[in-house]
């Protein structure tokens, strides 16, 4: 219940948003300039997470932009480190991000995050070759205010060690999935979860009584009574043949895209491993149903 409190505090926190910058400035910048939409995925506070290499506090000590000899402008943005919440950092990161305005020419990149000097925050870092960069764009940083509230809603004490105590649930996961047979490995996380979860609901049942299975089905994921679980599968080709051995496993095909290498329909929910233990099955997902927005009294 604790935990549940948390991620929906968290879903409060996720509003900020803005531009990247080398000024304070507000105004908007003068031109020539140039837009690049943003194309980042929403995550959630779990997906941020278990993405971030590591979880820092830290405060704003220099932004400079620069670009590169192809044209690109990216803002370096140096933090100073007070807290690592996870992973390791150093006392000091240096972050790139894409946009910034250098000689006139501004580059705005939609979903970036914005600095300013001397702001503290609480970043979700990722790495890669030596460079920093914050998860999701804008969703990875989390504004820290004079009064150590993060966002305005969380004291940051009680931030980092609800961060914490997720952070050692999603290890717990992690060890979890290293343990899969490269078949499982294949299926979304949230599809082995209901499975096991079926599995051990007709185990428990008297004998010739029929399971209700439909009450395991999620915002993300649907099953129905008989246990038929609807799958999204990404594949490397499209044969007369291949589609005989999915339906040999008992999929309803509903949908094919070859163009794009998908498959959707609906599988038995003790067929699915068996589906994607093929070798033109790349992974196994659900279908992308439509969410809809919902707001917070």
């Known amino acids: 219940m604790k935990l549940l409190q948390f991620i929906l505090a968290l879903i409060c926190l996720l509003v900020a948003a803005g531009m990247v910058g080398c000024s304070p400035k507000a105004e908007a910048p003068n031109p020539p300039s140039q837009g690049s939409q943003g194309l980042v995925e929403k995550l959630t506070i779990e997906e941020l997470t278990a993405r971030a290499d590591s979880i820092s506090v830290g405060k704003v000590t220099n932004i400079a932009c620069y670009q590169e000899d192809g044209g690109n402008i990216y803002t370096q943005v140096t933090l100073s480190v007070e807290q690592t919440i996870k992973g390791e950092t150093e006392d000091e990161v240096v972050i790139r991000v894409a946009g910034g305005e250098v000689d006139g020419q501004t580059l705005w990149v939609e979903d970036a995050p914005n600095f300013q000097l001397a702001e503290r925050a609480v970043f979700f870092l990722e790495e890669r070759e030596g460079i920093f960069s914050v998860v999701g764009g804008f969703q990875g940083k989390f504004a820290i205010d004079i009064n150590n509230m993060v966002s305005g809603k969380l004291p940051l004490s009680q931030f980092s060690e609800q961060l914490e105590e997720f952070g050692e649930q999603l290890a717990e996961i992690y060890q979890q999935k290293q343990a899969l047979t490269p078949a499982q490995r294949k299926i979304d996380w949230c599809i082995l979860q209901v499975i096991r979860k079926a599995e051990e609901r007709v185990s428990a049942l008297p004998e010739g009584e029929r399971p209700r299975l439909r009450n395991l089905s999620t915002a993300l994921l649907k099953i129905d009574d008989a246990g038929n679980i609807e799958v ?25 895209l070859p163009e794009y290498g998908v498959i959707e329909g609906s599988l038995p929910y003790d067929q699915v491993e068996a589906a994607a233990g093929l070798d033109f099955v790349v992974r196994v997902g659900t279908p992308g149903y439509p969410r809809h927005n919902q707001s917070i009294d």
């Open 232 to 256: 999204k599968l990404n594949v490397t080709s499209l044969s007369d043949e291949q589609f005989q051995e999915l339906e040999a496993l008992g999929m309803q095909i509903g949908l094919t």
